[in-house]
């Protein structure tokens, strides 16, 4: 699943009105021995008697009972510009869960826990460059300003054009460097990305690593041995930020074969960690 992927929904099942997050607060849960920072969700009780209603078969196994409950989707509601962002661990076994009261034999009061673990989830996101500076930037060449964001929104595309006019020509080093723009407004706020990496075309809909990136990243040196952090640079008796990232093996690899198509010879540039399998 991919950040860009919606799945619809049906009807709503619970809303938690004029929210304000509080991640450091350690309150109870239910008792007075577990302690956690959480956010409790009423649903609707129409939700419990479906569930109720089904029969033995369906409440059986899993399996079944999965495709009467096809999933949840929970969403915020659009909040004041910047808004904000918020994280859930859904594998947390003491705060992350659907719990069902019910009575049993009209005496017994009983609880039961549906839990997220072990299923599958996904974070989707929508990007709006409405009236933004990058609007009509994107799909065009630029020759100053790159613009660049995560959530699989904007990466950069690169063309080295020439790079196969090279021959008989052993690359000692060959490393991209991108300087940080300052830029009024919003960015002042944004930090900068903590990393980059270059990908390339591994097929029409999916990118993969370039072998530089491939190499510092079995070896757990992403940093060490290929770059892409921000960091401070003194150029011209001014300093900056710049991003290096060395791409001396790919590069390699564009020069050894001089017909190689301008596809080839292409690379992006993405703000890490990203998904580069599409897995359905």
Not at 42 to 51: H, K
Not at 83 to 89: K, N, Q, S
Not at 211 to 233: C, H, K, Q
Request: charged share 20%; hydrophobic share 40%; glycine share 6%.
């Amino acid at each position: 699943y991919y950040s860009t992927n919606a799945i619809p929904a049906a009807e709503e099942i619970g809303t938690l009105n004029n929210f304000m997050p509080k991640p450091r607060t350690s309150v109870n849960l239910f008792d007075t021995i577990t302690k956690g920072a959480y956010v409790r969700v009423p649903l609707s009780n129409a939700l419990g008697q479906d569930i109720l209603k089904l029969d033995s078969a369906t409440l059986a196994n899993d399996s079944t009972f999965y495709a009467f409950v096809r999933g949840l989707r929970i969403t915020a509601e659009p909040a004041s510009d910047p808004g904000a962002m918020l994280a859930f661990d859904l594998n947390d076994s003491k705060f992350s869960f659907v719990r069902l009261y019910y009575t049993q034999n009209d005496t017994s009061k009983r609880t039961f826990n549906l839990r997220f673990r072990g299923t599958n989830k996904f974070v989707q996101y929508e990007h709006d460059y409405s009236g933004k500076p990058v609007e009509a930037l994107i799909g065009k060449p630029v020759n100053e300003l790159l613009y660049l964001q995560g959530i699989t929104g904007l990466r950069l595309k690169m063309h080295v054009p020439f790079a196969n006019a090279l021959k008989n020509v052993a690359i000692n080093k060959a490393e991209l460097l991108l300087t940080v723009a300052e830029q009024p407004g919003d960015f002042l706020s944004l930090a900068p990305a903590s990393q980059l990496v270059m990908t390339k075309k591994s097929t029409d809909t999916t990118l993969a690593f370039i072998s530089d990136v491939a190499y510092a990243s079995n070896l757990g040196a992403l940093r060490s041995f290929f770059g892409g952090f921000p960091n401070n640079e003194l150029v011209g008796g001014v300093t900056v930020k710049q991003y290096k990232m060395t791409m001396s093996s790919h590069f390699q690899d564009m020069i050894v074969d001089p017909t190689t198509s301008l596809e080839e010879r292409t690379v992006f540039i993405n703000v890490f960690t990203l998904s580069l399998i599409h897995i359905s």
